[in-house]
């Protein structure tokens, strides 16, 4: 009963290097999501995904890029990290209708951006 | 886009008594759903409560409880009995039709023995 695995838990990158964080869901959810918490404050959208082959920007989406690979894996690209982005990052993913449509979470990526 | 508002930075509550949390949402939309999560502090989201708007009767669950006033737009989380294990930080999520979903800022809620 694995719900919703984020790859890797915690990463350390150098400003200008490139990251994919990988997130997968066994729930067959079409909906998934991805977000930023910074300390604090509450998660941000960056993008989500409401069924395969589609995604849309959310609040904060500069510097990020994203790929639905397929129903299960949602993946969140930093193509050039900066300090800003330090940060904790979130998956999610949900039912829709008739189910209850509320986010079931990943456990968190902590990112630091040196 | 959907704003989620919480005002209350902080809150803290006596044990065994209760405490109200505060929401409010900004929307054109007319069926939208309004979710509260719990964030202990592993980090965890955990799901306390949801309402859909075309219901008008408040969701409970156990000793939670909303106040949801779609007019006003506000979406008011009651704990009752607060228990030591309550304390976390409480978010308030919208989620519109197009499946976008909106959180607020949060409300550090500490239960006081």
């Known amino acids: 009963n694995a719900g919703v695995t984020q790859t890797p838990k915690f990463q350390v990158l150098k400003t200008g290097q490139s990251m994919t964080l990988q997130c997968a869901q066994d729930?067959?959810?079409?909906?998934m999501y991805w977000y930023r918490q910074d300390p604090g404050m509450g998660l941000r959208l960056i993008y989500y995904s409401a069924s395969e082959g589609t995604t849309d920007k959310g609040e904060v989406p500069n510097g990020y890029n994203v790929s639905r690979l397929n129903k299960r894996e949602f993946s969140l690209r930093l193509e050039s990290a900066a300090p800003s982005q330090t940060s904790v990052y979130f998956c999610?993913?949900?039912?829709?209708?008739?189910?209850?449509?509320?986010?079931?979470f990943g456990d968190g990526t902590r990112l630091s951006i040196l | 886009a959907q704003t989620v508002t919480q005002s209350q930075p902080e809150m803290s509550v006596q044990e065994a008594e209760t405490v109200t949390l505060s929401c409010t949402y900004d929307?054109?939309?007319?069926?939208?759903?309004l979710f509260w999560y719990k964030q202990p502090p592993s980090r965890q989201m955990i799901l306390v409560i949801r309402?859909?708007?075309?219901?008008?009767q408040n969701a409970t669950e156990n000793r939670f409880s909303v106040n949801f006033q779609k007019a006003a737009k506000s979406f008011s989380l009651k704990i009752s009995d607060s228990q030591l294990g309550d304390t976390a930080m409480y978010f308030c999520a919208f989620r519109s039709n197009n499946n976008d979903m909106r959180f607020g800022a949060g409300t550090r809620l500490t239960v006081k023995p």
């Open positions: 729930m067959n959810h079409n909906s």
């Open positions: 999610a993913s949900s039912e829709d209708l008739p189910g209850g449509l509320e986010g079931h």
């Open positions: 929307t054109s939309e007319s069926n939208y759903y």
């Open positions: 309402q859909e708007a075309y219901k008008q």
